[in-house]
């Protein structure tokens, strides 16, 4: 099994970047004022959210490499494998890292809420693209996160600095909602090939023998992650993935409901459902009737 340096806390991240530790659970790397850096893969135990300018290369995150574009935002959640062994070549960065532990959060508003931030769990090619005034905000916000750090701790400080990255979270929710509406034509792209997915899923065998398409395994055939895969459903929809999956199974249900050979144990069989039961409560619940009725009625 491969072997991973560990990025538990925030001092060990400021030790390798060669940077001082201000606050123990929250830091603010320019990597612009750095020499040089050199990469690794690590493990990451913290949150991360990381911003470069320039195509440097130095990255594998969701399991493929990927060079920045200018301006692009990379946000990483504790669990995650992040980065690239260059074999100790130094390299020169830039752009900033914000990095800041679990701990840093507890207690406040935006460990409630931080789950909602679903990029966090994109990959790395849904990544944040920005505009030029995209990238000006972005970096105020670094800036006021790093100005807070540096001021002596207080009992203002949490608030404050937490305050700052929810605010700077919440920028990129804004932004991440205009990259799917600027990326519309890809965004068809996509859900065309989940229709064509969809057909060819109850085409073939694939329900006897996976079951019902889950929102995971149809991320994975369109080489999403689920989440973008879940936003990118809803902002083109307004449903989610899994009521968007479920209405095309109940279309498909609808039609071989007709086959006066089948039974509606035999329709749900052939649907993925093991129990029928399962298949009379979705269908009524999304048509009205039961299957049966629906069979009588038309």
């Known amino acids: 099994m491969e072997q991973f340096d560990r990025i538990d806390t925030v001092k060990r991240y400021n030790d390798y970047a060669g940077v001082d530790t201000l606050h123990p659970l929250v830091s603010v790397v320019n990597f612009s004022e750095l020499p040089f850096i050199r990469n690794f893969r690590r493990y990451m135990g913290i949150y991360a959210v990381f911003l470069k300018d320039a195509k440097c290369g130095d990255i594998i995150y969701g399991g493929q490499p990927y060079d920045y574009e200018d301006g692009t ?13 260059n074999h100790s070549v130094n390299t020169n960065p830039s752009g900033y ?23 966090f769990s994109y990959e790395v090619n849904e990544a944040l693209h920005l505009s030029k005034k995209e ?12 100005s807070e750090i540096k001021q002596n701790i207080d009992k203002h400080s949490k608030t404050l600095i937490v305050s700052n990255i929810e605010l700077l979270l919440n920028y990129c929710m804004r932004f991440y ?22 057909i060819d899923y109850f085409r073939s065998e694939k329900a006897q023998t996976l079951g019902l ?16 895969f879940g936003d990118l459903i809803k902002k083109e929809t307004g449903t989610t993935a899994l009521d968007y999956i479920q209405s095309k199974l109940i279309d498909e249900a609808k039609t071989r409901i007709f086959d006066s050979q089948k039974t509606i144990n035999e329709v749900a069989a052939d649907l993925g459902f093991k129990y029928q039961q399962h298949f009379t409560r979705l269908f009524k619940q999304k048509v009205g009737v039961t299957p049966n009725e629906y069979r009588r009625l038309n």
């Open 73 to 85: 935002l990379v946000f990483v959640s504790p669990g995650q494998v992040y980065g690239i062994d």
């Open 97 to 119: 890292g914000l990095l800041f532990h679990p701990n840093l959060i507890a207690g406040t508003h935006l460990a409630k809420t931080i789950r909602e931030y679903s990029f």
């Open 135 to 146: 990238r000006k905000t972005i970096v105020e916000c670094f800036e006021k996160i790093a």
């Open 177 to 198: 909602d205009r990259q799917f509406i600027t990326r519309s034509h890809a965004n068809k792209d996509v859900l065309a090939r989940f229709e064509n997915l969809m």
């Open 213 to 228: 398409p889950s929102v995971t395994w149809c991320a994975e055939q369109l080489h999403l992650s689920p989440n973008y």
